[in-house]
C-alpha cells in the first residue's frame, strides 16, 4: 500500500472513531517554536506549574519520543457541550463537564495504533493527549488544521476553539498537510478585552500565571491572591471568557462524544448546593472527572473565593 492509502485509511479511522478533525505534519525539530515556549517560561508565565519546563529537549524533536519518527498525525475532538449551566451558580469550564478527557481520548489513540498495526504493519507510535513533552498547538497548525489565536487556543475556521488536541506521533511516512497559512484574527481584540484578569498580552502570549484557569485549577496554595478579588466573574473551575467572546465560537456545534454530556450537578446545582458540597459527594459527583485535579479542599477554596466580596481599595 502507498503512503497515499495510508494515509487515507487513518483519517478513516480517526473519523470512525469519533475524531472531528486529522490533519498530518512530517516530523522535524521545531526550534523556533522552543524558543518562543522558553521565553514564556523564563518570564515566569508558567506561574508554579514547574512541570511546563520539564522535557524540554523533548519537545524539540518528535524523534527523541518515538524512535525513527516520520509523522506528526494531529487529532481534534470537539468537547463543544449541548446545554449551559445556570445563569448565576459557580461556573466551570466546558471541557471539565463531562468525564475526563485524558482517559477517553488515550483509549481513541491506543485504538488508532492498533487499527494502524493491524491494517498497516510493524509500526512505532506513541499517543499523547495535553502531555508536557508535545507542542500539540504547533503540529496542528502545521498540520492545517487552523491557526493560533490572540487567546493563545487553536482556532478552527469551520468550528472554533473548543476542541480537545491529541497527537500520535509514528515512525511510518505519510502524505502530508499543508501547514495552516494565515491568521484570521485580524483587527479583533475582544478575548483581551474581555479577560477578566489581563492575562492576554500583545503577540498571541497568555500570561498563564494571571489566567484565572491557572488560579482555580494549578495554584495549590491556600489562598488565591488577594489583587484578584472580585475579578473571577464566577468562574470556580477554569475560565472559558477568551473562547465565549471570540467571534469564531459561532460555528460551535454540540459534540457526539456521549463521555463529555455533563455531569447533572454541573447542570443542576445552585450556589447554595455548591456550598453544601461535603467531600463524599464531591469524590462521587467527580469520581472520572478533570475537575478531581483541583481536588475537593481546592474547589471549596475556589467557591469560597468567588462568593467574598472584594476588599475596598485602601
Ligand atoms: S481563560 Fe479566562 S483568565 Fe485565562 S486568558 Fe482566557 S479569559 Fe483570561
Ligand atoms: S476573540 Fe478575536 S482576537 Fe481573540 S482569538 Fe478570537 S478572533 Fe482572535
Known sequence: MSNNNHTYLIKAWSRELGFDYCGIAQAQRLDDDARRLEAWLNKGMNGTMAYMANHFDLRIDPSRLVPG?????????????????????????????????????????????????????????????????????????????????????????????????????????????????????????????????????????????????????????????????????????????????????RFSKPTQEPAFSPVPAILNFSTGDWEQLTEDKFREIFRNSPVKRAKYAGLRRNLRFISSPASPPA
Open 69 to 249: 519518527a516520520r509523522s506528526v498525525i494531529t487529532l481534534l475532538l470537539n468537547y463543544f457541550p449541548g446545554m449551559q449551566q445556570p445563569s448565576g451558580a459557580p461556573r466551570f469550564s466546558k471541557y471539565a463537564y463531562g468525564e475526563d478527557y485524558h482517559e477517553v481520548i488515550r483509549e481513541k489513540l491506543r485504538q488508532l495504533l492498533a487499527k494502524i498495526r493491524t491494517n498497516i504493519g510493524e509500526v512505532e507510535g506513541r499517543g499523547f493527549v495535553d502531555s508536557a513533552p508535545v507542542l500539540e498547538r504547533s503540529w496542528a497548525v502545521r498540520s492545517g488544521l487552523g491557526w493560533v489565536g490572540k487567546n493563545g487556543n487553536l482556532l478552527n475556521r469551520q468550528s472554533g476553539s473548543f476542541f480537545f488536541i491529541a497527537t500520535l506521533i509514528v515512525d511510518l511516512g505519510l502524505e502530508y498537510d499543508a501547514p495552516f497559512a494565515g491568521d484570521y484574527c485580524g483587527t479583533c481584540r475582544r478575548c483581551i478585552d474581555a479577560c477578566p484578569t489581563e492575562a492576554i498580552l500583545p503577540d498571541k502570549v497568555v500570561d498563564g500565571s494571571k489566567c484565572i484557569s491557572y488560579f482555580t485549577i494549578e495554584l495549590k496554595d491556600l489562598l488565591i491572591p488577594e489583587d484578584m478579588k472580585g475579578k473571577f466573574e464566577g468562574w470556580a473551575f477554569g475560565c472559558d471568557t477568551c473562547q465565549d467572546v471570540c467571534p469564531w465560537n
